[in-house]
């Protein structure tokens, strides 16, 4: 799951003499909290919530990847582009020197760039799985140029919310053009 890729990058960057914030929402940072209590002399990090707007349709036990339906995946992705202003707000309380992000927040790296600080794209997938995908918010629907490489309906959700995200801006990883792409893994 991403939450605990994100977890185990930033363990071993506190095993480095950082101090690490991960910052998600409540559901994640609840599920990862007896593993940063059990651990806690193995390594520093410290848990941030980030505020996602509370909907019906979408409970805090909803507000993760992990247990959102598949129907609610465009609910969710909605919430987190609505959570800009509250991540800001975290940016601003603990000015960190440097922002790790990753495919739910891609404006992380312009509100991070305002007050100057640096921002990494994070990929939890594979090459394999990042080329797909850019493959198809490049040239949409198209056949991916290794047959063996799909989605299936039900996944090809995933792509639909990726190529409708808006206000992403050049720091989107998958946006429709190469210049991101160069810019995102370059760093």
Known sequence: ???????????????????????????????I?????????????QLVELHLPSWPEL???YQTTRNVPPDLMPKLHEAFQLSRSSFAEVIK??????????????????????????????????AAANSFYQHSTT???????????????YERMTIDVLLNIEDSGEDFPFEKNDSCWTTCYAT
């Not at 930033?10 to 929402?25: G, I, P």
């Not at 909290?33 to 990090?45: A, H, L, M, R």
């Not at 640096?118 to 594979?126: D, L, W």
Request: hydrophobic share 40%; proline share 7%; charged share 15%.
């Open 59 to 61: 409970p805090p036990s």
């Open 139 to 153: 040239y949409g629907n198209d056949t991916f140029p290794y047959q063996a490489i799909y989605l299936r309906d």
């Open 93 to 126: 309380t603990i000015m960190p020197d440097l922002v790790i992000y990753d495919l739910f927040q891609p404006w992380a790296a312009t509100l991070a760039s305002s007050p100057g600080i640096p921002a990494v794209y994070f990929a939890t997938s594979g």
């Open 33 to 45: 909290s007896k593993s940063t209590e059990n651990n806690s002399g193995d390594f520093s990090v």
């Open 1 to 31: 799951m991403v939450i605990y890729s994100r977890l185990e990058l930033a363990k071993k960057l506190s095993q480095k003499n950082f101090h690490m914030y991960l910052c998600s929402t409540a559901i994640n940072l609840t599920s």
